[in-house]
Every structure is written in C-alpha cells, then in structure tokens.
C-alpha cells in the first residue's frame, strides 16, 4: 500500500503563499499519478491539481495561474506551490497518488489532509 504525508498547511493573508508537499512510500512503483483535492466546510472534496509521472498537469479552473504542481519522482515527493491566495482556497487539502494496479490495496491513496486558511 501507499502512504502519503502532507507538509506544510497553515494560515495565510490573502494575497499571500502558501507550499505544501507530499512524500509517498510503500509501493511507489505503481504510482502515475500524484496530486492534490481540497474539501471546504459544507462542499464536496474537488480536484485541485494532479501530476502523471512523465510530467502532464492538470488544473482546476478556479486555480489556473495561481497554483503550480510539481513532483520530484526520485523523492516520490508532490509539491503545490500556491500564490495569490484568495479566502475561497480556505479547505482541507489532501494529498493522493493514484496507482496502474495493486495487489490487495485500493488504487487510490489519501494523505490525512492540511488545513489551508487565508484569512486577514
């Protein structure tokens, strides 16, 4: 299985920055894909930014320009860089891997999440 820590969450003014990284282990030969969700109060979990393993990124609309993914595969490390922070990036982020198959494990594995408030 995957296990994945998340780094880096805390409070910031908006208009401010803000970097979060996530270190995998476990069986990180499977992964192709790392990235990042965020849930706010009362909203469903929404993809934010993800990374396959040969370097395509997608981003959410609402973060286009502002947030910058990056992954370090040697590290097994996931990186978001997010500037410009507005008060509705205020959530819950979690960090996720997605793996081409396992054994007796979900392809799917979550960190337990950072909170990431921008508040004046």
């Known amino acids: 299985q995957v296990k994945l820590v998340e780094s880096g969450g805390g409070l910031v003014q908006p208009g401010g920055s803000l970097s979060l990284s996530c270190a995998a282990s476990?069986?990180?030969?499977?992964?192709?894909?790392m990235g990042w969700y965020r849930q706010a109060p009362g909203k469903k979990r929404e993809l934010v930014a993800t990374?396959?393993?040969?370097?395509?990124?997608t981003y959410a609309d609402s973060v286009k320009g502002r947030f910058t993914i990056s992954r370090d595969n040697a590290k097994n490390t996931v990186y978001l860089r997010m500037n410009s922070l507005k008060p509705e990036d205020t959530a819950v982020y979690y960090c996720?891997?997605?793996?081409?198959?396992?054994?007796?494990?979900?392809?799917?594995?979550w960190g337990q999440g950072t909170q990431v408030t921008v508040s004046s």
């Open positions: 476990g069986s990180v030969f499977a992964i192709n894909s």
């Open positions: 996720n891997s997605h793996s081409a198959w396992s054994f007796n494990s979900p392809l799917d594995a």
């Open positions: 990374m396959t393993n040969d370097g395509n990124a």
